[in-house]
């Protein structure tokens, strides 16, 4: 059972996206980043960005990070923040399948030891990364409000999350 819940586990878990270290990313020889969309960047139900992230995502791009967004979304919203981002995206990435992460691997250009996945979700963004061996960064939720399935979710999540933390208590 613990190796089962073990693919649920984020290498990193920080409470936003403007926490993460990315200096330390690049000690680590990340070239490149795979960002959620929905609730990891901007709320789900809202058309731009939070401050936080914009802020964090150009600094990203200054330091020379590969960016690509990764998203359950519809193509229109992906398409929206591809456009506003200036950054290449998926959308209706069917996540936690590997077919999208591999895909943003092919496009970027890099091997799974360099690239780090950013999401929101212990089902769709951490666990997709895990199954291709990418590093993953659970972030919390920007926004409470989230579409109705994702609430349901978040209730099994809880219980991954719980033995999450008392795992990485007891490996410190």
């Not at 919203?77 to 069917?94: C, H, K, T």
């Not at 591999?102 to 799974?112: T, W």
């Amino acid at each position: 059972m613990k190796y089962f819940l073990k693919k649920f586990y984020p290498s990193i878990y920080v409470d936003e996206i403007s926490e993460i270290p990315l200096d330390l990313l690049k000690k680590r020889g990340i070239k490149g980043l795979i960002i959620d969309l929905d609730n990891t960047i901007a709320p789900w139900d809202q058309p731009a960005v939070t401050q936080s992230a914009e802020r964090w995502l150009k600094q990203a791009k200054n330091d020379g990070f590969k960016i690509f967004l990764v998203s359950n979304s519809i193509t229109s919203r992906v398409n929206y923040f591809m456009e506003a981002l200036d950054i290449p995206g998926i959308s209706m990435a069917q996540k936690p399948r590997r077919g999208s992460f591999r895909k943003a691997l092919e496009l970027m250009g890099l091997d799974s030891n360099q690239v780090t996945v950013i999401g929101d979700q212990i089902f769709t963004d951490v666990l997709g990364g895990n199954r291709l061996n990418l590093h993953t960064i659970l972030v919390n939720p920007i926004n409470r409000k989230e579409f109705f399935f994702t609430r349901l979710v978040r209730l099994a999540e809880k219980f991954v999350m719980k033995r999450f933390l008392l795992w990485f208590n007891k490996t410190e």
